[in-house]
């Protein structure tokens, strides 16, 4: 009788125990164009519900104090954003990382990202919206 309750115990703290959620950017292509197409795989482990992941691009310098909203996608599980470089920007410290809302979660890693200046469009002014970390609303790169 005393082995049964332990092992219930047991059954109960495991099945209570909830898994730490984290967030993982996969690599992304790099040097890449502004206005390039890019894929941006994450993987995500723990339970999100009712969930949108946004796709952050940082500042040259690789801050993300006012990041950009590169895409966004409501889901609950591990998955690939497809996003646009916006126009204007060129350097070697750019960052991409990806963000929760449901639980606000941002990735444990952050992939650097070359952008060259695109020759095609020397003159086109960035597309460049800084968001908010916890921004609800994506760009118009989606």
Known sequence: MKKSILLLTMLVMILTTGIAQTITTGNVTSPICAGATIS???TVTGTFSFNT???QLSNSSGSFTTP???ASLTSNV?????????????GSGYK???????PAIISSNETALT???NPNNKHQTS???P???NAKQSSDSE
Not at 78 to 90: D, E, K, R, W
Not at 96 to 102: F, G, H, L, P, Y
Request: proline share 8%.
């Open 40 to 42: 941006i795989p994450y």
């Open 53 to 55: 992941f946004y796709a």
């Open 68 to 70: 950009v909203v590169l």
């Open 78 to 90: 591990s998955g690939t954003f497809t996003a646009t470089i916006p126009y204007g920007l060129s």
């Open 96 to 102: 991409i990382r990806v963000v929760s809302n449901s």
């Open 115 to 117: 952008i060259n200046a």
């Open 127 to 129: 597309n460049l919206k």
């Open 131 to 133: 968001q908010t970390p």
